[in-house]
């Protein structure tokens, strides 16, 4: 199945495939209609987040364990919040400790790329708006989001979306897997078979509260064992068919990285 990346090349960033252990050009609009073109020559490409979206939309408490576990009643319908575009970052890159954070917890999920323009779009068309899956690290202060209750700040810093490596597409219905390892260790192991509200429902959601934009990103929620990160980890989120995104924890003392979304 061809996976969609994003690289860095001398003229700004491109969005290729990978097919059969190659690298291929995209002729056409990814968001539009699209063709696998001719094979390019490339070695080791420095791969960027998927996308740069407008917004990333998250889903709150999506998984009963991981409610239970920050004990949160099961939402009756799903909890949304926003994530800037200033907070996502690729593979390699930093996830940068902000000077005072507190406990700061790396959170596995699935994401979603919109693929067109979507509003108002019914669970059982969803899959016509969705170009593929990805990973997505929501990156959390969890003391911050404690104290303010609502998201915004605890989870909108720089850095605090990982996402990548690449975009596949993927069945919606079909249960797909999801992990953290922290530093070698695994952390988190589900499945979106436990989600509270499938994909399907969550766009639906979504699109009935604002339009999401091509190369949007929905992310649809973390299974239990969330924990906190601290400088000199490494946290890698994987998704069953689309990879990991790996990326090392630093603090806010004399670190250059960061996406160029």
Same mark, same amino acid.
């Given at each position: 199945?061809?996976?969609?990346?994003?690289i860095?090349?001398?003229?700004?960033?491109?969005?290729?495939?990978?097919?059969?252990?190659?690298?291929?050009?995209i002729d056409?609009?990814?968001?539009?209609?699209?063709?696998?073109?001719?094979?390019?020559d490339?070695?080791?490409?420095?791969?960027l987040?998927?996308?740069a979206?407008?917004k990333v939309?998250a889903?709150?408490?999506?998984?009963?364990?991981?409610?239970?576990?920050?004990?949160?009643?099961?939402?009756?319908?799903?909890?949304?919040?926003?994530?800037?575009?200033?907070?996502?970052?690729?593979p390699?890159?930093?996830?940068?400790?902000?000077?005072?954070?507190?406990r700061?917890?790396y959170e596995?999920?699935?994401g979603?790329?919109i693929?067109? @323009?979507?509003?108002?779009?019914p669970? !059982?068309?969803?899959h016509?708006?969705?170009? $593929?899956? +990805?990973?997505?690290n %929501?990156?959390?202060?969890?003391?911050?989001?404690?104290?303010?209750?609502?998201?915004?700040?605890?989870?909108?810093?720089d850095?605090?979306?990982?996402?990548?490596?690449a975009?596949?597409?993927?069945?919606?219905?079909?249960?797909?897997?999801?992990?953290s390892?922290?530093n070698?260790?695994?952390?988190?192991?589900?499945?979106?078979?436990e989600?509270?509200?499938?994909?399907?429902?969550?766009i639906?959601f979504?699109?009935?509260v604002?339009t999401?934009?091509?190369?949007?990103?929905i992310?649809?929620?973390?299974?239990?064992?969330?924990?906190?990160?601290?400088?000199g980890?490494?946290?890698?989120?994987? @998704?069953?068919?689309?990879?990991e995104? !790996?990326?090392?924890?630093?603090?806010?003392? $004399?670190? +250059?990285?960061g996406? %160029?979304?």
């Amino acid at each position: 199945m061809d996976a969609i990346y994003r690289i860095e090349t001398g003229g700004g960033p491109r969005h290729v495939v990978r097919r059969d252990d190659a690298w291929h050009g995209i002729d056409g609009d990814l968001f539009g209609a699209y063709s696998v073109g001719e094979r390019l020559d490339l070695s080791a490409p420095r791969v960027l987040a998927p996308v740069a979206p407008s917004k990333v939309v998250a889903v709150g408490l999506n998984y009963k364990d991981h409610a239970a576990e920050m004990n949160k009643p099961l939402p009756a319908e799903p909890l949304i919040f926003l994530k800037p575009s200033t907070s996502v970052i690729g593979p390699d890159d930093d996830i940068v400790l902000p000077a005072g954070a507190g406990r700061v917890d790396y959170e596995a999920e699935v994401g979603v790329v919109i693929s067109r @323009v979507a509003r108002h779009v019914p669970a !059982a068309r969803a899959h016509e708006y969705v170009l $593929g899956l +990805t990973c997505v690290n %929501d990156v959390t202060d969890r003391d911050l989001q404690k104290r303010d209750v609502q998201y915004t700040r605890a989870k909108g810093f720089d850095t605090f979306c990982p996402m990548g490596p690449a975009i596949v597409p993927l069945d919606l219905d079909q249960p797909i897997g999801v992990r953290s390892t922290l530093n070698g260790e695994v952390r988190q192991d589900s499945s979106t078979r436990e989600l509270i509200f499938q994909i399907r429902q969550v766009i639906e959601f979504v699109t009935a509260v604002m339009t999401q934009l091509p190369g949007d990103v929905i992310s649809t929620g973390t299974p239990p064992g969330v924990g906190p990160l601290a400088v000199g980890d490494r946290i890698s989120v994987a @998704v069953d068919g689309v990879g990991e995104v !790996a990326n090392n924890v630093v603090s806010s003392a $004399g670190t +250059t990285s960061g996406s %160029d979304a």
